[in-house]
């Protein structure tokens, strides 16, 4: 490979036959540590691992692999692991969902590992007496990373479930609130304790294509405060405390949406719910809507300590990440594509997972490659980290391939330097643009507006594209708006008419 492999590894397992499922990242003390689940239920015994990696040059330093609950009469088969947790005392805990192979009782497991050496040194199950215990997304390590905090679901009711366990795995204290929602609670949720030590935990419920998102207010020991439907439409992905007191959420779009709909990134106020920003992360648009969207742990939310806040989605085999300021101000954006190093390499498109701002001031994100085999119905995996820079690049240098906002107020292309064909359009428009001209290979996204100024129409691509093709056969006859953006930035404008 060439120079840029210094900053690009693949690592290699053997999850042969096995699914993949995604890759949660988490650093402690400047060592990485990844996940690795393989989602293939018909196989008696996952072989769930975790991976340490050294801080700068990320290579591998141990391969550990989940156990069972010891001394069990059963097998006890565990479902992919949902949550990383990195103690203060040299300790790793990873969460996972189980059920019992005789009496199919669900649970929640627990896999303390030494992280000095990758060794598990116990398992835990928690279970409830009366009902199965559906484990959720978005176990949390307290503040005082002395107690966990183990969100769950009842299995025959929509009641959510919350056990404290201190880091002896001791259950200090257990509350269950049964919830008056929409349908049915989903597992997908998020959970923070609040500068007060109340908890706050973002609920999913309703139907495969109908979801609202609730926020459920608890005190420091899981009493019972408050809980109401937020105004955001969708599933509510990711939850992140803000410095300046506000809450930040990353909202995923309704499947049986008719029209355009997106990603949002959403600041409101922690009490009113109040909208204080919003903005659009990623448009989805019919029918492609579904295209790229998975659970929450291939959406990453996380906020800096200057108050930056970095989203990540993934999306058809790419990924996004765009970084905003505290006032919602896009500062970059940047569509992460390794394809160009699998051509070569007998890999299929690659799967993202998690991707984390690193005590470096970089960004490290994990996935995973298919390897392609002659027979359709083997499989195996080779997981990859990509270590980015700060503006997430790949490659030294690529930050000079965008505009920020900040930069110079008159930046756009000469109209000869791009054109619409057809126009009048009917089913399909085509975007040319001639890579000649200066600030050519900045495009990045091409949008259409309506004559409101809504967002009916985006195509993304990499810079340097030159064409981009978008569908308009849906699109009322009329006068249109296309603009050529680089990240935030409008590089060009032009009417299109649309005769359908």
Not at 90 to 104: F, I, M, P, Q
Not at 383 to 390: C, E, G, Q, T, Y
């Amino acid at each position: 490979m060439n120079a840029q492999s210094t900053q690009f590894k693949v690592y290699t397992l053997e999850l042969t036959n096995e699914g993949y499922d995604h890759i949660d990242i988490k650093e402690q003390s400047g060592a990485y540590y990844s996940l690795i689940e393989a989602s293939n239920l018909n196989i008696p015994k996952m072989r769930n691992k975790v991976l340490k990696h050294q801080p700068f040059d990320l290579e591998l330093i141990w391969t550990g692999q989940f156990k069972d609950l010891p001394g069990s009469l059963s097998d006890v088969l565990y479902y992919p692991p949902l949550d990383l947790l990195a103690l203060s005392d040299n300790k790793l805990v990873y969460v996972s969902s189980s059920r019992d192979a005789v009496s199919e009782e669900r649970g929640t497991l627990l896999n303390w590992f030494d992280n000095s050496t990758g060794e598990v040194k116990r398992v835990e199950k928690y279970s409830h007496p009366d009902d199965d215990l559906w484990t959720c997304f978005g176990s949390i390590l307290r503040p005082d990373s002395a107690t966990l905090l183990l969100p769950g679901l009842l299995g025959s009711e929509n009641t959510f479930l919350l056990y404290c366990v201190d880091t002896s795995g001791q259950v200090l204290w257990t509350k269950q609130h049964e919830l008056d929602v929409f349908g049915f609670l989903q597992i997908t949720l998020d959970m923070k304790v609040m500068p007060d030590s109340s908890i706050i935990v973002l609920i999913t419920s309703g139907t495969t294509f109908d979801k609202k998102t609730y926020l459920l207010r608890l005190d420091s020991m899981g009493n019972f405060i408050s809980f109401n439907e937020t105004p955001f439409k969708g599933s509510g992905q990711a939850l992140a405390l803000h410095p300046s007191g506000n809450l930040v959420f990353l909202c995923m779009p309704d499947l049986n949406s008719t029209g355009p709909t997106c990603t949002r990134v959403v600041m409101v106020d922690p009490v009113s719910l109040d909208s204080i920003w919003s903005r659009e992360f990623w448009h989805w648009e019919p029918p492609y809507i579904c295209k790229g969207l998975s659970t929450a742990s291939l959406q990453s939310l996380s906020v800096q300590e200057n108050g930056n806040i970095l989203v990540g989605v993934e999306s058809g085999r790419k990924y996004f990440l765009v970084e905003y300021t505290a006032e919602g101000i896009e500062l970059w954006r940047r569509v992460i594509d390794v394809k160009h190093y699998i051509d070569s390499l007998n890999y299929s498109s690659p799967i993202f997972g998690h991707s984390i701002r690193t005590s470096d001031g970089g960004i490290l994100l994990g996935g995973v490659f298919q390897v392609k085999a002659e027979n359709p119905v083997d499989y195996a995996y080779r997981v990859f980290l990509l270590k980015l820079d700060s503006v997430g690049c790949l490659v030294p240098g690529c930050d000079k391939t965008i505009i920020t906002s900040t930069e110079a107020e008159e930046v756009r292309l000469e109209n000869g330097c791009w054109k619409l064909t057809p126009n009048p359009a009917g089913a399909w428009v085509q975007v040319m643009i001639d890579q000649t001209c200066p600030r050519a290979h900045l495009v990045d996204r091409v949008v259409i507006y309506d004559h409101l100024g809504k967002i009916i129409r985006i195509a993304s691509g990499q810079p340097g594209q030159d064409q981009y093709m978008l569908d308009t056969s849906l699109l009322p006859s009329g006068n249109y708006v296309v603009q050529l953006l680089a990240g935030p930035v409008i590089l060009g404008a032009k009417t299109l008419i649309i005769a359908n």
